[in-house]
């Protein structure tokens, strides 16, 4: 079944450095969709990216999308202890209906202070 | 809080318990779903409801038992469960309209930690 797949799995940096998250999906897509998770709550939509578009910036986060190679990178700049979450991208792909959002395992940030 | 209430946050049962898991939506979404979160896994979609019919299934077992009375509720029933089914319940919504605009954005609830004993 179709669905993204984050890279690395886990991540730790300082305050202030950058983070960098993976996500590879397999087949063709509508748009593409990163998630965050504070442990233990609900997923909260971050920011969304058409098939159609390369790049889009939201604040601090930037997304990519290089539908050649099937991936998309989300950038979150000048990190804060507050951005310790795990992060999710989630695929919404043309032959299924659109409910059917399928998301991956997701990425565990950890940001130290 | 999100506009996406579930309840209880915490429910421990019995493998021959019978429980019911609640989602309220307060946005005017007209797309419901429930999403089974166990550790280290991908997010597993278990039902979708849109206008209050469901419209998949991802062949979960029938001992987990969905009901949408309306636009704004949905239920997942749960009876003789299995140890393997503890995990966060996520229920989501979104607006039926992303069909048409090709955006499907979900707005989640806070789960339901279950523990199955």
């Known amino acids: 079944s179709q669905q993204g797949e984050e890279d690395p799995q886990a991540l730790s940096i300082q305050e202030g450095e950058n983070a960098t998250m993976n996500c590879s999906y397999k087949?063709?897509?509508?748009?593409l969709q990163w998630y965050r998770q504070n442990s233990g709550r609900g997923l909260v939509h971050l920011i969304l990216i058409r098939s159609n578009e390369r790049e889009k910036h939201s604040g601090r986060l930037r997304v990519t999308l290089d539908t050649s190679k099937k991936s998309s990178s989300l950038l979150i700049t000048a990190s804060r202890a507050a951005d310790t979450a795990s992060y999710f991208c989630a695929t919404d792909t043309p032959w299924y209906n659109n409910n059917d959002m399928r998301f991956g395992a997701g990425t565990r940030l950890t940001v130290k202070p | 809080e999100t506009g996406v209430t579930q309840t209880p946050r915490h429910l421990v049962m019995g493998m021959t318990n019978k429980k019911s898991l609640k989602c309220e939506q307060h946005?005017?979404?007209?797309?419901m779903y429930w999403y089974k979160q166990s550790a280290k896994k991908p997010l597993e979609l278990m039902f979708v409801?849109?206008?209050?019919?469901?419209?998949e299934n991802n062949s979960v077992p029938s001992r987990f038992s969905p009901e949408c009375p309306n636009s704004s509720h949905l239920f997942l029933h749960l009876h003789t469960l299995q140890p393997e089914d503890s995990a966060l319940y996520l229920c989501a919504s979104s607006q039926e309209g992303g069909r048409t605009s090709g955006a499907n954005v979900l707005t989640f609830g806070a789960g339901s930690r279950l523990t199955v004993l």
């Open positions: 946005l005017g979404h007209n797309a």
């Open positions: 087949t063709s897509i509508n748009n």
């Open positions: 409801y849109s206008l209050e019919e469901r419209v």
